[in-house]
């Protein structure tokens, strides 16, 4: 059984920063991947970023150059530092990760509830 709570989230005025942490938890063999997706009112679910057991990051177009990911895998957590923020990376922000559990032999997908981000002055 696992389970991934995000935090980190709130209020932020445009052009400022703000770091999103991911802390996976359970019965866990091996975190494949980590990323990050969000989803603001009214809108689908995009992605956002991801970070590869191997280290290998990718970004949407619209956040690389502002947004970082990383990981500490001794403490099963992801991060995104998020820079320059805009309002229009106002979203809930949710969690994925890419989990072998210690029962299995194959990697399924888990999701966090999400944490609000809202840009605003």
């Known amino acids: 059984q696992v389970q991934l709570v995000e935090s980190g989230g709130g209020l932020v005025q445009p052009g400022g920063s703000l770091r999103l942490s991911c802390a996976a938890s359970?019965?866990?063999?091996?975190?494949?991947?980590m990323g990050w997706y969000r989803q603001a009112p009214g809108k689908q679910r995009e992605f956002v970023a991801i970070?590869?057991?191997?280290?290998?990051?990718n970004f949407r177009d619209s956040v690389e150059e502002r947004f970082t990911i990383s990981r500490d895998n001794a403490k099963n957590t992801a991060y995104l530092q998020m820079n320059s923020l805009k309002p229009e990376d106002t979203a809930v922000y949710y969690c994925?990760?890419?989990?072998?559990?210690?029962?299995?032999?194959?990697?399924?997908?888990?999701w966090g509830k999400g944490t609000l981000v809202t840009v605003s002055s």
């Open positions: 994925k990760a890419v989990i072998v559990t210690t029962q299995d032999s194959y990697a399924m997908d888990y």
């Open positions: 359970g019965s866990i063999r091996s975190i494949n991947a």
């Open positions: 970070i590869t057991s191997a280290g290998r990051a």
